[in-house]
């Protein structure tokens, strides 16, 4: 018999209450140039990182917190816009969202609505389901999240000791201190997806889409779509389309074959997923490396989903320079086969680059990335690799040149570019177990750090009493 929302709240309570040690609050009140009060942390992003680490921050007595997100409520993250897959694409126990309280997982709160039963009669978590818990965390937590709020800018002032964050919101452009700020922005956070030149200037607009993309895939009733990709993005945007009545839809790969391996699943070790931090860069580079050597197919149940479908075809060895439209006609070369199309979904993935983010200018202009600092062996370069952002253990930015701009440590980040600093899987589902704690150590870091001076004060200039003073009297 399921215990309903209202009994698993009680619960959470409790529990919350539980594990409240230790509780005062420790982080002193600084003033802005602008007279308010600055947050002691301002997170970009509340999707399940920026609702996870708010959290957990406030667990950890850093109560003057704010979550900000350019979406409206209710279309944070890819869940409810550009996702289409029916499930999410790993194992249902992974845990990170609740930060170890066990009533505060998806899996209290689904079975407090389906049971035990429904629980064990689950594959994977729907994700249509995750965004609902992710909905329910936050309104359950109460957490402090501004939706249509974009950073446009991140600053340092007063020399550095704070952040200004620029925003536009529907009330127009706002201005929030902080002395630290999370950069929990996603998959694109750290750069973004573009449907390549060579692509744009073949196909007309209106015959052209990028996965990452939100448009309804009813649009292609009736069409045969070409995929370009044969990522699980690519899998999952040609099956919605056949769902929705497309007449065809063929993925398409440079590659020969399809990537069969899935090595991220043999990372998903306490040892890997906690310490790969503490790997030597030459260890980090060679695994990110080998995994953007191999590629990364779809999840089998993707798989096997897709190719099941009726209409669904798979072609390798496509070759690039072939794809022309003429007429309202898409046409492409796979191996020896010319394959046409009425539209073409471009599914081939994110990149990594700081420039390509407007609000990350300050950031960009001083942040070492891996190029600045790890000279791979010969046969081992990649230049999409050495454009990721080189990383701290808390995943804090560091400078190009020491000295120049000390204020980066104040900034944070768990985006796709992270993940070369911090683990492969850091900033999925998959590490948040073990990546959202230590976001939130360096924050605590680098606050307690901010008031090193003030608190020696305070615990010098106290008695600390805790025995009655003792009287000239001995004690029998
Ligand atoms: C289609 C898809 C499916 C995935 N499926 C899985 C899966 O099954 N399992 C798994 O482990 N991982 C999966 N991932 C990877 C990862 O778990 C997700 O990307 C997840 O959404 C990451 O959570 P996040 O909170 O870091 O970012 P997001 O959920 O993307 O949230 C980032 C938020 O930042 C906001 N934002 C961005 N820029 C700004 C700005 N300038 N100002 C204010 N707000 C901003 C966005 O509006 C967004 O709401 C998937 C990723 C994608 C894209």
Redo the contacts with the bound molecule.
């Keep these: 018999m399921p215990e309903g929302l209202a009994e698993l709240r009680a619960r959470i309570s409790e529990d919350l209450e539980i594990l409240a040690y230790p509780t005062p609050d420790w982080v002193s009140p600084r003033a802005a140039p602008n007279g308010s009060i600055a947050l002691d942390c301002a997170i970009?992003?509340?999707?399940?990182?920026?609702?996870t680490l708010a959290a957990g921050l406030r667990r950890e007595r850093v109560g003057r917190i704010a979550v900000?997100?350019?979406?409206p409520q209710g279309?944070?993250?890819?869940?409810r816009s550009?996702?289409?897959?029916a499930m999410?694409?790993?194992p249902k126990t992974?845990t990170g969202t609740e930060l170890g309280i066990p009533s505060l997982s998806f899996r209290a709160w689904w079975e407090a609505q389906h049971g035990r039963a429904g629980w064990e009669a689950m594959f994977r978590i729907p994700r249509t389901a995750w965004m609902d818990y992710l909905d329910w965390l936050r309104a359950t937590l109460d957490l402090p999240v501004r939706n249509r709020?974009?950073?446009?800018a991140l600053e340092p002032v007063e020399g550095g000791a704070l952040l200004r964050l620029r925003?536009a919101t529907p009330e127009g452009e706002q201005t929030i201190h902080a002395a630290t700020c999370i950069l929990?922005?996603?998959?694109?956070?750290s750069g973004g997806y573009a449907i390549p030149a060579e692509v744009a200037e073949r196909v007309p607009a209106e015959r052209l889409v990028h996965a990452?993309d939100s448009f309804d895939v009813a649009r292609f009733a009736g069409q045969r779509i070409a995929v370009l990709g044969a990522g699980?993005?690519g899998f999952?945007t040609a099956a919605a389309a056949l769902r929705a009545g497309a007449r065809a839809a063929a993925v398409c790969f440079r590659r020969a074959s399809l990537p069969g391996a899935n090595p991220r699943r043999w990372m998903e070790n306490a040892g890997f997923l906690a310490q790969y931090v503490a790997l030597p860069d030459a260890r980090k580079w060679g695994y990110m490396r080998h995994l953007l050597s191999i590629g990364q197919g779809p999840p089998k149940p993707t798989y096997d989903d897709a190719i099941a479908l009726p209409g669904f075809s798979l072609h390798a060895k496509l070759a690039m320079d072939s794809l022309t439209c003429a007429n309202g006609t898409i046409s492409l070369r796979c191996g020896d086969q010319t394959l046409q199309a009425d539209a073409l979904v471009v599914a081939t993935g994110l990149r990594v680059n700081l420039a390509d983010?407007p609000?990350l200018a300050a950031v960009a202009a001083h942040a070492a990335l891996w190029e600045d600092r790890f000279q791979p062996a010969p046969g081992q370069e990649s230049a999409a690799l050495g454009r990721f952002p080189y990383l701290d253990q808390h995943g804090a930015f560091t400078e190009r040149h020491p000295g120049t701009a000390p204020w980066l440590d104040r900034v944070l980040t768990?985006?796709r570019g992270a993940v070369l600093s911090l683990g492969p899987?850091s900033?999925?589902?998959?590490g948040m177990k073990y990546t959202a704690p230590r976001l939130i150590e360096g924050v605590k870091r680098r606050l307690l750090l901010d008031q090193e001076e003030q608190d020696w004060a305070a615990f010098l200039g106290q008695d600390h009493a805790e025995l009655p003073i003792p009287t000239a009297e001995p004690i029998r």
Aim: zero cysteines; proline letters at 2%.
């Design positions: 970009i992003g509340g999707g399940q990182y920026g609702l900000f997100d350019a979406a279309l944070e993250g890819p869940w550009f996702a289409r897959m999410l694409r790993t992974l709020w974009a950073l446009i925003f929990a922005t996603g998959a694109a956070g990452n699980a993005s999952d983010r609000e768990i985006t899987v900033a999925s589902n998959s």
